[in-house]
């Protein structure tokens, strides 16, 4: 049965029309170089080609047909005269190129990459392009990463659980120990290589007592056995550490990082790591944040606790990525000055020009935690001498938990496209991270993996596409939403324009129908504390974690402008921070994050914010009772099972969606007591 576990890889048969051409360039693959990478673009080029064209292609070191395809990388010898110098050194360390070359004495298609990484890219590109049924003539495709880091974070615990993990327990570890049948980590290193991700950190950044001793001699073997497959699909490994590590797992009294015995303590446990592991990518590091230990208890600060680390790590090579998501998780509610969504940017833009060369800063999209809407984290564009990591949240913590189908690219897409100003216009967050406003070294995406042990991977199948989107997106941040969209479900449901164009749909309109139904006008959170699903207005209002609406019986919002608030908007560059700061020119759909208003206050809309909760309420569960309908609509054109599963979770997300209207609606008829202009059912 067809449960989704191949996801965007799974190489259906193609259609008679296109078997001859492709079969005519796919029968002969030549291929001399050797490695462990090349094996494995080997092996999927073998695998796709098979199974696609139901011929299983020969390998061989010179052609003996007319046609063929040519796998190496730049180096290799036979390349001369196939691709001209200048292309040769246009290419860049993870790029590639797939080329047509058309001689009299026989023609190929070139698939070449400055490294054997580059190679394995350009592989399952290629596959790519057979599996959307595109012309093999006169190819020339070059791809280059605009992000050196495209990195994955599982947040997975050794017990099996995961953190916000919405798709089964942890391929990773069970019964507190790494798994030793190693077959789901191979096939998700596959897919991450296919969308073109380099880098993963295998365990969660909030890191408890077994996990601490995976930089043990006791569990390094086994972490360096997971290091080896994703190795061999250009894969870097991380681990997530314990900033308390010197005194949990090595015997010293303090953690202090300028002590000097606790830098030699790392400076040696760095090398025993490498002696394992000699291509080891670094520490990800949660650190005075939520309860975890950091430099503040000895009286240092974030630059002193990730330099000393990025010390021990650098003769190896390795990096420090040190998270910022750093805040005072223990705030009074009836302490109106406190502003949670400053944190980040107060705590880490002092530090600017602190940080080691092999630092990087990795910054959540949002000052608060991965709300439906949030404005761009400030800090990107107040940082110019650190280096710095965007970190989105692939999990659906806040976005429905793989229950409801909320596809992320399109909010992606805007955060990366947010102008920040640093360096006048166009100083996109996409190029900040890239490294190119500042001229930093190191840089990218990183993202909190969504993925688990259920057959289909994601829970929610169509939660697939925010996985793969995000490969696709730090690769190319100029991707748009609709040519990811399309391809992802082009490679997992085939190539009718139909089901292509109705899920594409459903797909790209997801994200504003969940935000419809949920918490109105970039307000966030009203949800149930704890687990985080489902409606509850005040769930979080007279809680520690300062995430709080102030909804009275007059307005709601929280009122972070300089001029009479908590002064938040001071830490944008002039022209975004003027744009939030008034009320006439902050956009409607962050109105409740930067104002308190009266629930009489206009939109520019023009209705009410009133009359906006309780529509965008009622039209989001229609919105949500049409995703339903759309896919219905695809019976007999979606295999059973996979249309099945996916049905039984539309009808759940209406059911529930119902559940967030009519308690938003209610609560703020009550506090309001200004009745729906349409005069629909409030309760
Ligand atoms: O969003 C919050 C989550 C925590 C998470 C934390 C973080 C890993 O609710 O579960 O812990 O953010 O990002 O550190």
């Not at 789901?184 to 365990?203: F, H, K, T």
């Not at 002696?275 to 990800?284: A, K, Q, T, V, W």
């Amino acid at each position: 049965s067809d449960e989704g576990y191949e996801a965007w890889l799974r190489f259906d048969p193609l259609a008679k029309s296109e078997l001859e051409v492709y079969t005519d360039w796919c029968s002969e693959i030549i291929l001399s170089e050797q490695s462990v990478i090349l094996q494995a673009a080997r092996a999927e080029l073998i695998r796709g080609i098979a199974s696609m064209l139901g011929r299983k292609p020969m390998v061989k070191a010179k052609p003996s047909k007319p046609r063929y395809l040519f796998v190496g990388t730049l180096d290799c010898a036979e390349l001369e005269g196939l691709i001209d110098k200048k292309t040769r050194e246009s290419l860049q360390e993870e790029g590639y190129l797939i080329k047509t070359v058309e001689n009299p004495e026989g023609s190929c298609i070139v698939l070449t990459g400055q490294t054997d990484k580059g190679v394995l890219y350009a592989a399952f590109h290629f596959l790519r392009l057979l599996q959307t049924g595109q012309s093999l003539n006169g190819l020339s495709i070059k791809e280059t990463p605009r992000n050196r880091l495209r990195m994955i974070n599982q947040w997975d615990n050794m017990d099996g659980s995961i953190e916000r993990g919405y798709a089964g327990k942890s391929i990773f570890y069970k019964n507190n120990k790494i798994v030793t049948n190693v077959k789901r980590i191979q096939d998700y290193a596959r897919m991450m290589a296919s969308v073109g991700l380099n880098a993963i950190a295998i365990n969660n950044v909030n890191v408890h007592d077994v996990e601490t001793k995976l930089i043990t001699s006791e569990l390094l073997p086994y972490v360096a056995r997971v290091a080896d497959i994703f190795r061999a699909y250009g894969i870097t490994l991380y681990l997530s550490i314990n900033f308390a590590s010197p005194i949990q797992i090595g015997g010293l009294q303090t953690a202090d990082p300028l002590d000097p015995l606790v830098k030699q303590w790392w400076a040696d446990k760095a090398s025993e790591v490498y002696r394992h592991i000699p291509d080891f990518g670094g520490f990800l590091v949660k650190a005075d944040s939520e309860y975890r230990p950091g430099p503040f208890t000895y009286g240092r600060d974030h630059a002193d606790g990730a330099n000393m680390l990025a010390d021990a790590l650098e003769a190896f090579g390795g990096l420090v990525i040190w998270r910022c998501f750093v805040y005072n998780c223990q705030q009074d509610w009836r302490d109106r000055s406190t502003d949670r969504a400053r944190a980040a940017y107060d705590h880490f833009c002092p530090l600017d020009g602190r940080f080691c060369d092999n630092v990087i800063l990795q910054i959540k999209n949002g000052p608060m935690d991965f709300q439906v809407r949030e404005p761009v984290s400030p800090l990107f564009g107040g940082l110019r001498h650190t280096n710095q990591l965007l970190e989105l949240q692939i999990t659906q913590e806040y976005t429905g938990q793989q229950r409801h189908l909320c596809y992320l690219v399109p909010q992606w897409k805007e955060i990366i496209g947010f102008d920040t100003h640093a360096s006048g216009e166009d100083s996109t967050v996409a190029r900040i991270v890239e490294g190119s406003i500042h001229g930093r070294p190191y840089g990218g995406f990183a993202a909190v993996s969504n993925i688990g042990d259920d057959t289909n991977w994601t829970g929610h199948l169509l939660a697939q596409a925010n996985f793969y989107g995000y490969g696709r997106l730090a690769w190319n941040p100029e991707l748009s939403s609709e040519q990811i969209t399309e391809d992802w479900v082009r490679l997992t449901f085939g190539n009718d324009k139909t089901v292509m164009e109705t899920i594409s749909r459903m797909l790209l309109d997801s994200r504003t129908i969940y935000e419809n139904y949920t918490s109105p006008l970039g307000i966030g959170w009203m949800v149930n504390p704890g687990h985080h699903y489902g409606p509850n207005v005040d769930g979080y209002e007279y809680s520690k974690w300062g995430t709080y609406h102030f909804a009275d019986l007059l307005g709601i919002g929280v009122d972070r402008t300089e001029s009479t608030g908590t002064g938040y908007t001071g830490q944008y560059h002039d022209i975004p921070s003027a744009r939030y700061e008034s009320l006439h020119t902050c956009p409607d759909e962050l109105l409740l994050f930067f104002h308190h208003v009266p629930y009489t206050h206009k939109l520019h809309s023009g209705k009410t914010v009133i009359q906006h909760i309780y529509d965008s309420h009622f039209e989001g569960v229609e919105q949500a009772g049409e995703l339903m309908q759309s896919w219905a609509s695809l019976k007999g054109k979606v295999d059973d099972t996979r249309f099945t599963h996916v049905l039984s979770r539309l009808e759940e997300q209406v059911r529930h969606a119902k559940e967030w209207r009519d308690m938003i609606n209610t609560y703020f008829y009550r506090k309001s007591g200004i009745p729906d202009e349409r005069n629909r059912t409030i309760y």
